[in-house]
T-cell receptor
Framework: GNSVTQMEGPVTLSEEAFLTINCTYTATGYPSLFWYVQYPGEGLQLLLKATKADDKGSNKGFEATYRKETTSFHLEKGSVQVSDSAVYFCALEPGSNYKLTFGKGTLLTVNP | GAVVSQHPSWVICKSGTSVKIECRSLDFQATTMFWYRQFPKQSLMLMAT?????????EQGVEKDKFLINHASLTLSTLTVTSAHPEDSSFYIC?????????????FGSGTRLTVV
């Protein structure tokens, strides 16, 4: 079946530090890949996505590249801000049934 | 962009009562809506998928008689937790998509915190 594995948190960084949150997946076929962000007490917001191999999704300084050879979709940001503190979820959509499979989420805390 | 409104944002109810949660797509027609449950510090667990005008498809282990889902129109789906008990306390999140419309993707509501006392 489909699954998403992302690095366990929590991750604590200082402002302006470099961020990497690892995400690997298992899926049949060619899934679409997503990163969602959840701020405290809120629902999920789409951060970025990629729909095919070698695509790079980017938004608000965050980037992730769809790597089919390593089945990975790692999230990166060059300089984090306090406002980036949130839970980040990696997810895949297999393309056949529109159901998202989520990783367990990674809590990021950025200190000033 | 696409917006999904979910109400209420939080609710406290007594054990044995029922609670209804609404999920509305405000600016698009949602052919499919999804209901998730999220436990503290855990990922989202898909409970069911609903398509407008048809019965919801429940995931394995989800009690369909306890979690009633209605998707009567292309802009509204409801989740009713019947005879709620403290173990039903959780964060419930809906999402909606317009199948075939890649630009919409999946849009999530802001969630409902249910506390059963």
């Amino acid at each position: 079946g489909n699954s998403v594995t992302q690095m366990e948190g929590p991750v604590t960084l200082s402002e302006e530090a470099f961020l990497t949150i690892n995400c690997t997946y298992t899926a049949t076929g060619y899934p679409s890949l997503f990163w969602y962000v959840q701020y405290p007490g809120e629902g999920l917001q789409l951060l970025l996505k990629a729909t095919k191999a070698d695509d790079k999704g980017s938004n608000k300084g965050f980037e992730a590249t769809y790597r089919k050879e390593t089945t990975s979709f790692h999230l990166e940001k060059g300089s984090v801000q306090v406002s980036d503190s949130a839970v980040y979820f990696c997810a895949l959509e297999p393309g056949s049934n529109y159901k998202l499979t989520f990783g367990k989420g990674t809590l990021l805390t950025v200190n000033p | 962009g696409a917006v999904v409104s979910q109400h209420p944002s939080w609710v406290i109810c007594k054990s044995g009562t029922s609670v209804k949660i609404e999920c509305r797509s405000l600016d698009f027609q949602a052919t499919t809506m999804f209901w998730y449950r999220q436990f503290p510090k855990q990922s989202l667990m898909l409970m069911a998928t609903s398509n407008e005008g048809s019965k919801a498809t429940y995931e394995q282990g989800v009690e369909k008689d306890k979690f009633l889902i209605n998707h009567a129109s292309l802009t509204l789906s409801t989740l009713t937790v019947t005879s709620a008990h403290p173990e039903d306390s959780s964060f419930y999140i809906c999402s909606a998509t317009a199948q075939g419309e890649e630009n919409y993707g999946y849009t999530f509501g802001s969630g409902t915190r249910l506390t059963v006392v």
